[in-house]
C-alpha cells in the first residue's frame, strides 16, 4: 500500500525555525517533492530529493533518508506569508516519464507574530 | 510564461447530474495529471494523459473520466454526481517525458466542486 503520514497542523512564531516531518511507505520510490499551497491558491514546487542527504534553498531546505522513509522540510526565518499547508509527496512508478505523485495530508503552519 | 489554466473556478451542482472541468497546460507540457483534493484525504491521483493517451489510472470510479486533445488540453468528466464529489479537482502539467529525474509537476489553482 501506499502511505505518508505528516503532522496536520503546527504553528510557531515570527522569525524562528519549523521542521516539518513526513514519513513514508511506498511501492517503489522515485523521488521526494515538497509543494507549498497557500488557501484557495495552486499548490507550488519547494523541494525535490532523490538522494539522501540535505538539499538547501534560500530559507528552506529539505532532507531525505531513503532507508528510513523520512524527510522532513526545515523553515528558518519564518515569516507571516510562510503560513499554508505543505505537503508531502513521493514520486512512484518506474521513469519511464509518467509522473504520479502520492500526497501526504498535508501539514498546516501558522505563523504568528 | 502562462500557467496552468483550470475553467470554471467554481460550480455547483446537484446530485445526479454530470459535469466536465478544463485545463490548459503550461505550453510545450504534453502530460496532464487531475486529482482530487479533500480536507480528509488530501490530494488523491485520479488519471494521467500524455499525447492524448490515459497512461494510468487511480482508484476512482468509472464515473470519473477524462480526455486529452492533439494541443494538450484535458478536460474531465464526473457523471452521475453524488455528495462525497464535492472537492477541489487539481491539474497538473509536466513535459512528461522523464528524461529529467527531478521532473515536477506544475498546479493550476482548481475548480472548486460543489454537489448539493
Known amino acids: 500500500g501506499q502511505n505518508i503520514d505528516q503532522p496536520t497542523e503546527m504553528t510557531a512564531t515570527e522569525g524562528a525555525i519549523v521542521q516539518i516531518n513526513c514519513t513514508y511507505q511506498t511501492s517503489g520510490f522515485n523521488g521526494l517533492f515538497w509543494y507549498q499551497q497557500h488557501a484557495g491558491e495552486a499548490p507550488t514546487f519547494l523541494s525535490y530529493n532523490v538522494l539522501d542527504g540535505l538539499e538547501e534553498k534560500g530559507r528552506f531546505s529539505s532532507f531525505l533518508s531513503r532507508s528510513k522513509g523520512y524527510s522532513y522540510l526545515l523553515l528558518k526565518e519564518l515569516q507571516m506569508k510562510d503560513s499554508a499547508s505543505y505537503l508531502c509527496?513521493?514520486?512512484?512508478?518506474?521513469?519511464?516519464?509518467?509522473?504520479?505523485?502520492?500526497f501526504g495530508t498535508g501539514t498546516r503552519l501558522l505563523v504568528s507574530p | 510564461k502562462a500557467g496552468v489554466t483550470q475553467t470554471p473556478r467554481y460550480l455547483i451542482k446537484t446530485r445526479g447530474q454530470q459535469v466536465t472541468l478544463s485545463c490548459s497546460p503550461i505550453s510545450g507540457h504534453r502530460s496532464v495529471s487531475w486529482y482530487q483534493q479533500t480536507p480528509g484525504q488530501g490530494l488523491q491521483f485520479l488519471f494521467e494523459y500524455f499525447s492524448e493517451t490515459q497512461r494510468n489510472k487511480g482508484n476512482f470510479p468509472g464515473r470519473f473520466s477524462g480526455r486529452q486533445f492533439s494541443n494538450s488540453r484535458s478536460e474531465m468528466n464526473v457523471s452521475t454526481l453524488e455528495l462525497g464529489d464535492s472537492a477541489l479537482y487539481l491539474c497538473?502539467?509536466?513535459?512528461?517525458?522523464?528524461?529529467?529525474?527531478?521532473?515536477?509537476?506544475?498546479f493550476g489553482s482548481g475548480t472548486q466542486l460543489s454537489v448539493l
Open positions: 509527496a513521493v514520486r512512484t512508478g518506474m521513469n519511464t516519464g509518467f509522473q504520479k505523485l502520492v
Open positions: 497538473a502539467s509536466s513535459r512528461g517525458t522523464g528524461f529529467a529525474t527531478n521532473e515536477k509537476l506544475f
